[in-house]
């Protein structure tokens, strides 16, 4: 693969089964720059615990962009598109889907098993080529068997299933139930997996706890059946216009902004952006679209 920081071991290992987990993904100074961002939403279990009155109001999940640049950062990293690339087989990987989500000791997670493809696709998945969704999740602290872990099933148990419903309930199908996987992991991990595999939230055992996690879907740009946020919904937030500020062109194209070289940029798109985004690098854009103008 692209990325030393999944493995072929490890691809081969979500392809058999439709799960792996690929533990330290993030580096010790990312895992340390999100967690400081995360703060900035969610108080730790010992803050909850101490108080938790205060924090009646606060919300399950939290959809990108996010204050600070970590988190952000996670959401379009790197390693992630050129993962996602490989697999999908192009270069133009969109991102559908970026939730935070906080869970605290004495909430009510535990699930039926069941597939994610419900609000993530209008049709059914697909998962080979361009037509998969890739998706995964990110642990930004230990998750034990204690702290509510996602339970997964592998497709050697769960191949047979049919698509529709997309949930199983232990009544139908107990076997499945008792082959189920607990995906505890250090902080930093990644879980990767599909809109295929059929997994569920559990209950938390610990007295005082919380499990913060990151919940990332991408598929293939153009692939308009296909996806769960309205990113220029958020185009007058102060969190997405820092984002499109100090991303790269390659992450500003994760979220669906036009690429250097596409045919939207033109001189009075050009200054338009410069003025609606005063402190984007605007070159590559200017420089492709120059390039494109000269070529005919």
Request: glycine share 8%.
């Amino acid at each position: 693969m692209k990325t030393p920081r999944i493995t072929d071991e490890q691809v081969a290992h979500w392809l058999e089964h439709d799960y792996v987990v690929i533990p330290g993904f993030l580096t010790t100074d990312e895992l340390a720059a999100s967690n400081a961002d995360l703060r900035r939403y969610y108080p730790s279990a010992d803050e909850y615990f101490a108080a938790p009155e205060r924090y009646r109001t606060l919300p399950g999940m939290l959809e990108f962009p996010y204050v600070g640049d970590a988190l952000n950062h996670v959401a379009t990293h790197p390693d992630l598109l050129d993962f996602v690339g490989e697999i999908l087989g192009t270069p133009d990987v969109f991102l559908t889907q970026s939730l935070l989500w906080g869970k605290y000791s004495g909430g009510q997670y535990d699930q039926a098993l069941h597939r994610d493809y419900g609000n993530n696709t209008l049709v059914v998945p697909r998962d080979d080529g361009a037509f998969r969704q890739v998706a995964m999740i990110i642990y930004y602290e230990d998750v034990t068997d204690e702290h509510g872990p996602t339970r997964v099933v592998s497709q050697r148990f769960a191949g047979e299933v049919p698509l529709v419903p997309a949930v199983v309930t232990i009544d139908e199908r107990p076997d499945l139930y008792a082959n189920e996987h607990a995906v505890t992991a250090t902080a930093g991990s990644l879980l990767l997996y599909s809109e295929q595999t059929l997994h569920r939230g559990s209950e938390f055992r610990a007295p005082k706890g919380a499990r913060f996690s990151h919940h990332l879907v991408y598929r293939a740009a153009g692939y308009e059946w296909m996806g769960f946020q309205a990113l220029p919904r958020e185009g007058n937030s102060p969190e997405m216009r820092r984002f499109i500020e100090v991303a790269t062109p390659r992450q500003r194209s994760a979220i669906g902004f036009p690429a250097p070289g596409h045919a939207y940029w033109n001189d009075a798109t050009l200054d338009g952006v410069a003025l609606r985004y005063p402190k984007m690098d605007l070159g590559p854009y200017r420089e492709a679209a120059n390039c494109s103008t000269s070529t005919g």
